[in-house]
């Protein structure tokens, strides 16, 4: 989905895929290039020999935050600048290595009414080139009302 | 036999100070941020019709989890673990969210086991992030791989206005 694009809580479908993601293949410079963007030198990301000599992984290992970051991302895209992603849970269930094409996916599961939008849940998660899940998780987008104003913002969650 | 000895547990509830980003959220790096995830979102670099309503240029919704870095005068864990071939790379300040390392937990292997998150608000260009985690379990758990140790952090995240951006549960896995 472009950048941008809105989207209405009536045009979420339970069962409905939302538009997926696809990042890679991911490379060592990849890696390197966002443990220095946050500054975290965590080796198993870019020291091949201390990854699997030491630390006994398979591979490089493609960060977690980085994936999480492309999970925001396939949310935010789809949410649009009149929807909000409140909530997103991810459970990094497998690795994923160097070299890794990612495709990150989204399901609307459930939908009900808020106070002036609609809340919409969503299962999602990250998979390999071999289809292999290692990301699973869930989240709660805000969606506006066709019609109806953008989601508010700063965003002050419904009363439980 | 458990490895979740007294002196770990002892940690469960501590609570850290409120701690101030050492650097404001800056152009320069929000778009090495940005870059580097491969999201160059124009809400993230420009005043913009879809970023008019956050006040104008924001960072990536993660950004301020990841603010928390080593000051100008504090010590350089690289440069002291230089010759030590056991030393990971773990920058305790960023790895414990503003809490005290688990000492005895040292030379565990740490790695990330997934993230609860909440948003609220964007942090904008340019503005302060202060951060107060606390250690909200520590539980073990046996895997076919022998036992390992679960660190469950809850932190929130505001900007200098103490309005909240972000309230996350981060579960960190810890093995020997």
Redesign the interface.
């Known amino acids: 989905m472009a950048?941008?694009t809105k989207v209405y809580y009536e045009d979420a479908a339970v069962g409905a895929d939302i538009p997926q993601l696809e990042?890679g293949p991911l490379t060592t410079a990849?890696l390197m290039?966002?443990s220095?963007?946050?500054?975290?030198?965590?080796?198993?990301h870019y020291?091949k020999p201390?990854a699997i000599e030491?630390?006994k992984l398979p591979e490089l290992l493609i960060?977690?935050?980085?994936k999480?970051?492309?999970v925001?991302?396939l949310l935010?895209d789809w949410a649009g600048?009149d929807g909000?992603?409140?909530?997103?849970?991810?459970?990094?269930r497998a690795m994923n290595v160097v070299n890794e094409t990612l495709r990150i996916w989204g399901r609307v599961s459930a939908k009900r009414d808020g106070p002036g939008y609609g809340l919409v849940d969503i299962e999602l998660g990250i998979v390999d080139d071999k289809g292999k899940e290692s990301t699973p998780?869930k989240a709660t987008v805000a969606l506006p009302y066709r019609g109806g104003k953008?989601v508010p913002?700063?965003?002050?969650?419904p009363q439980a | 036999m458990s490895i979740l000895s007294e002196a770990v547990k002892k940690y469960i509830g501590m609570q850290s100070e409120t701690e101030i980003a050492c650097d404001s959220v800056e152009r320069g790096?929000v778009r090495?941020?940005a870059?580097?995830?491969?999201?160059e979102?124009?809400?993230f670099f420009a005043d913009c019709?879809?970023n008019e309503?956050?006040g104008g240029p924001v960072a990536?919704?993660?950004y301020p989890t990841?603010l928390f870095?080593?000051p100008f005068g504090a010590p350089d864990p690289?440069q002291e673990n230089a010759r030590n071939?056991?030393?990971?790379?773990?920058?305790a300040t960023?790895?414990s969210q503003g809490l005290p390392e688990i000492e005895p937990l040292k030379g565990y292997?740490?790695?990330?086991?997934?993230?609860?998150?909440?948003?609220?608000?964007y942090a904008r260009h340019g503005e302060t992030v202060k951060l107060t985690s606390r250690y909200a379990d520590i539980t073990e758990k046996e895997t076919s791989k022998g036992p390992i140790i679960l660190v469950i952090t809850e932190s929130e995240f505001r900007n200098g206005d103490g309005?909240l951006l972000i309230r996350t549960r981060r579960t960190q896995i810890r093995r020997k």
Do not use: C
């Open positions: 950048i941008g990042k990849h290039r966002w220095a963007a946050m500054e975290n030198w965590h080796k198993i020291d201390f030491h630390d960060n977690g935050s980085l999480q970051q492309f925001m991302q935010t600048p909000w992603v409140w909530k997103a849970s991810f459970q990094f998780g953008p913002y700063p965003f002050v969650p | 790096a090495r941020y870059q580097a995830v491969m999201n979102d124009p809400i019709a879809n309503r956050y990536p919704p993660l990841h870095r080593r690289i071939p056991d030393f990971d790379g773990i920058v960023i790895s292997a740490l790695l990330n086991g997934g993230s609860e998150i909440e948003f609220f608000r309005d």
